[in-house]
């Protein structure tokens, strides 16, 4: 099951200029548990947290920077998955994201 799940995210990251195909993704993407991410190689997880994690930015109209913020926001998401490793990576990641959007800077065009 955790194999499946891993082949069939590992291409998410090619998949984002394909609205219809990005949305099955997002679809899929949206219900892999911390757990289940954990248990992901290392390439595969990360496209899965940096796909969640863009739709998110977008979502609340803001942009991740590199650097210290993006590597606190990581830690959030880490600390949070420790505690709670049967909750949803996408939950985490807007959790994180929600709670540092007064450092984080505005998407261009965002209200």
């Given at each position: 099951?955790?194999?499946?799940?891993?082949?069939?995210?590992?291409?998410?990251?090619?998949?984002?200029?394909?609205?219809?195909?990005?949305?099955?993704?997002?679809?899929?993407?949206?219900?892999?548990?911390?757990?289940?991410?954990?248990a992901?190689?290392?390439e595969?997880?990360?496209?899965?947290?940096?796909?969640?994690?863009?739709?998110?930015?977008?979502?609340?109209?803001?942009?991740?920077?590199?650097?210290?913020?993006?590597?606190?926001?990581?830690?959030?998401?880490?600390?949070?998955?420790?505690?709670?490793?049967?909750?949803?990576?996408?939950?985490?990641?807007?959790?994180?994201?929600?709670?540092?959007?007064?450092?984080l800077?505005?998407?261009?065009?965002?209200?």
């Open positions: 099951m955790r194999t499946a799940i891993a082949l069939a995210l590992a291409g998410l990251s090619l998949a984002v200029g394909v609205p219809a195909q990005a949305q099955q993704n997002f679809d899929q993407a949206a219900f892999v548990t911390c757990r289940e991410a954990h992901m190689q290392p595969p997880r990360k496209a899965v947290a940096l796909f969640l994690l863009d739709h998110v930015a977008r979502h609340r109209g803001v942009t991740i920077p590199e650097g210290e913020v993006g590597a606190h926001l990581a830690l959030l998401v880490r600390g949070g998955c420790t505690l709670a490793p049967d909750a949803y990576l996408f939950t985490m990641i807007d959790r994180a994201v929600l709670a540092e959007m007064p450092k800077p505005k998407r261009m065009g965002a209200r």
